[in-house]
Structures are given as C-alpha cells and as structure tokens.
C-alpha cells in the first residue's frame, strides 16, 4: 500500500510560479512511476505530466509542456511538479498517484493522494 500527500498548492498569480509536493509512504517509493493529474470544477479529470521510476523518463501534456517540470528524488520519496507561468486555465484540484507503469492515462493508477488546490489569478 502507498500513501500520498500533496502539499504546496494555493493562490499564485497568472505568470508566477508554485510548486507541489507529493509525498509518500512506504520504502517502495522507487518501484514506482508517479504522476499528476488535475481536475477544474466541470471537467473531467486531465493527465498533467508523469515521470518513471529511475526519473529519466518524463512526459507531458501539451497544454503544460514547457511550463511545467515534473521531478522525483527517490531518496526523500517525494515528486515535484514545478508551475511556471501558469495561467487561469491550469486552475484545478492537482492530485499525484502511483502505478506500476508509465501512463498517461489514470486508470493504471491505483494510489492516490486527495489533491490539492491550485488558483490561479489574473
């Protein structure tokens, strides 16, 4: 079992910068990719960025690719996602969740955290 805690979100001005933390229980940390995911009020849950478990492998939604950066340092068992520029559409709940893949889909994800709010004003 993996449990997971975001941190770090909040209000953040349109063109600022925030980051999220997401960390883990368990000793098995490394054995997993994580990944985040958000969800606006409305809309259907959406796949943000992902990374694997050695962190050589990420990837990205086109909507955040070059705004966003997704890290992982095993040794703390937490993964980042760095907000940069965001924009009032990046505005949602950001929850992280661990799978044994690599997806970008949220089904092969059976842990995740209860999310964080994230605001963005312009």
């Known amino acids: 079992q993996v449990q997971l805690v975001e941190s770090g979100g909040g209000l953040v001005q349109a063109g600022g910068s925030l980051r999220l933390s997401c960390a883990t229980s368990?000793?098995?940390?490394?054995?997993?990719?994580l990944g985040w995911f958000r969800q606006a009020p409305g809309k259907e849950r959406e796949f943000v960025a992902t990374?694997?478990?050695?962190?050589?492998?990420?990837i990205y939604a086109d909507s955040v690719k070059g705004r966003f950066t997704i890290s992982r340092d095993n040794a703390k068992n937490t993964v980042y996602l760095q907000m940069n520029s965001p924009n009032d559409e990046d505005t949602a709940v950001y929850s992280c969740?661990?799978?044994?893949?690599?997806?970008?889909?949220?089904?092969?994800?059976?842990?995740w955290g209860q999310g964080t709010q994230v605001t963005v004003s312009s």
């Open positions: 969740a661990a799978s044994d893949i690599l997806s970008t889909t949220f089904q092969p994800y059976p842990y």
């Open positions: 368990g000793r098995t940390f490394k054995n997993y990719a």
């Open positions: 990374i694997s478990r050695s962190g050589l492998t990420t």
